[in-house]
């Protein structure tokens, strides 16, 4: 699947918890914050005519309380009615029982709520999450830093069919997306020519991605690639020894009270971390949070000191995926969408996921869409330009 046009996946576990037991974040009103509340509400009223597509939620959070959030109604059973494609198929569309699976993306019992509860999928945005793990896997000493060989961390697998160009690559080549193995996800429509669709349907997305052909040397060409994003999955298993679902919950999840949440496996039980993430709103946005506060939560050091600068900053530049005008870069496994000649860290995902930090403003933006029945203007932007907006006078 694609990141507001990048191809993403999705894959298999949920964590027994009560949704209402969640702690919540303290709420308030824009003005609680500085914030003028005129761009935000007048960006709402365009979602509800219709202008942005299907858009459930938008929500900001300031001075540590949620300041604006406003949901929306959308009945993907009937969105979804006789609709069918490469990506899956809606109700009344499906042949068999078995059709409607974890990876049917236009299902609304899978997609973009998961079975019904308020978890949302995240698409893209899981790489983000999955990245803040790897820096935690760092700042715990179970892995020596983003210089290490990166297949070097991965001793259980088979690397007798890997390109020896990329044998070389870092860690910080696989989280900039410069590791060098060929794979075709923005540059291809959503069909089987698509690298990641191919990765979706094969019986070991490791092994896939391990197989494919170089076609750079590591560190010398971006790429978007979904299959070394799956990577930091079997990475994060073999260095810590939890399951990347489990060393969440110990060390992301647990810390900031994240209690429910569905992440989706590949077929041999791995968390899919190129897309598979389901969070609810509210609970993504704790990880900007996180950020915002330099890796730092209640006290407590969660992330390297300089994480969250090298994650966020453009380690690569010139990838606009939609708009060559746009001056857009990449971290690690984060976007920059910088706007107003202001920083903005954004994690992004298909069908319109986002989550959005713009630090010299304290301000974390999180957007849950699902945009997949059609082409729409993506929100993202001019939520940004609100944000900023809203900002301006304090």
């Known amino acids: 699947m694609r990141a507001v046009t990048l191809v993403v996946a999705l894959s298999c576990l949920v964590a027994p918890a009560d949704a209402n037991a969640q702690q919540g974040w303290p709420r308030g009103a824009p003005s609680d914050a500085g914030l003028d509340p005129a761009p935000l509400t007048e960006l709402s009223a365009e979602v509800l005519a219709g202008d942005f597509g299907y858009i459930d939620r938008m929500l900001v959070v300031a001075d ?5 959030d406003e949901r929306f109604e959308n009945d993907y059973a009937e969105i979804s009615r006789g609709r069918s494609g490469p990506i899956g198929c809606g109700v009344d569309a499906c042949e068999a029982p078995g059709d409607v699976h974890d990876f049917n993306y236009l299902h609304p019992d899978r997609h973009p709520f998961y079975r019904g509860r308020e978890v949302h999928t995240l698409q893209s945005v899981t790489k983000s999450v999955t990245s803040t793990l790897i820096g935690i896997a760092i700042q715990r000493g179970l892995i020596a830093g983003v210089d290490v060989p990166v297949f070097d961390l991965l001793p259980s697998y088979d690397l007798s069919a890997l390109d020896p160009r990329v044998r070389d690559a870092t860690l910080e080549d696989l989280l900039t ?35 494919q052909p170089a076609d750079s040397d590591p560190g010398a060409m971006w790429a978007y690639n979904s299959g070394a994003s799956h990577l930091m999955s079997a990475i994060i298993g073999e260095t810590t020894g939890l399951s990347t679902a489990e060393f969440a919950e110990a060390y992301l999840f647990g810390p900031l009270g994240i209690q429910d949440y569905h992440w989706k496996q590949d077929p041999q039980g791995l968390q899919d971390t190129e897309g598979g993430l389901y969070l609810a709103a509210e609970d993504l946005a704790r990880i900007g949070w996180l950020y915002l506060q330099d890796g730092v939560w209640e006290g407590e050091r969660l992330l390297p000191e300089g994480w969250v600068t090298a994650a966020t900053a453009r380690q690569v530049d010139d990838v606009a995926p939609l708009n060559p005008n746009w001056n857009w870069g990449y971290g690690y496994q984060w976007w920059r969408l910088d706007a107003s000649d202001l920083a903005v860290w954004a994690g992004l995902g298909f069908g319109g996921q986002n989550l959005l930090v713009i630090p010299e403003r304290g301000l974390v933006g999180v957007i849950n869409s699902w945009n997949v029945f059609g082409p729409k203007p993506p929100l993202v932007i001019p939520f940004i330009d609100a944000m900023i907006a809203a900002s301006d006078g304090d």
């Open 64 to 68: 540590g309380r949620l300041v604006f």
């Open 177 to 211: 997306m410069r590791i060098g193995i060929e794979w075709h996800e923005t540059d291809r429509p959503l069909d089987d020519t698509n690298t990641t669709l191919q990765l979706e349907k094969s019986d070991n997305w490791v092994r896939f991605t391990l197989s």
